[in-house]
């Protein structure tokens, strides 16, 4: 059964630093991409990075580019989203999801179900 499980998130002060994990399961992570994504509620479903099968693409998007560092680890079949410099705005629900390549949510096949990131002033 494929399974993705974020986690890491909580509640930091603006300026702080934290890294989300996505735990995969039932399947080999290096063999796909993982894209993480961020949802408030109420607005549109963010793509926030990428990660392609061969790691020759990390995409960020506009908002966390210089902050964000997205990696993963084979051997653990984990894949890591370092966030610094966080602001208030970075504030929402993180996903990760898999998929054959880093083209956006509608390609990704499986989804975790997420983890909360809140960032106070």
């Known amino acids: 059964q494929v399974q993705l499980v974020e986690s890491g998130g909580g509640t930091v002060q603006s300026g702080g630093s934290l890294r989300l994990s996505c735990a995969a399961s039932?399947?080999?992570?290096?063999?796909?991409?993982i894209g993480w994504f961020r949802q408030v509620p109420g607005k549109e479903r963010e793509g926030v990075s990428c990660?392609?099968?061969?790691?020759?693409?990390?995409y960020y998007s506009d908002s966390v580019k210089g902050r964000s560092t997205i990696s993963r680890d084979n051997a653990k079949n984990t894949v890591y989203l370092q966030m610094h410099s966080l602001k208030p705005e970075d504030t929402a629900v993180y996903y990760c999801a898999t998929g054959p390549e880093c083209t956006g949510p509608s390609t990704m096949l499986y989804w975790g179900k997420g983890t909360l990131v809140a960032v106070s002033k």
């Open positions: 039932g399947f080999t992570l290096a063999s796909y991409a």
């Open positions: 990660i392609s099968n061969s790691d020759s693409i990390k």
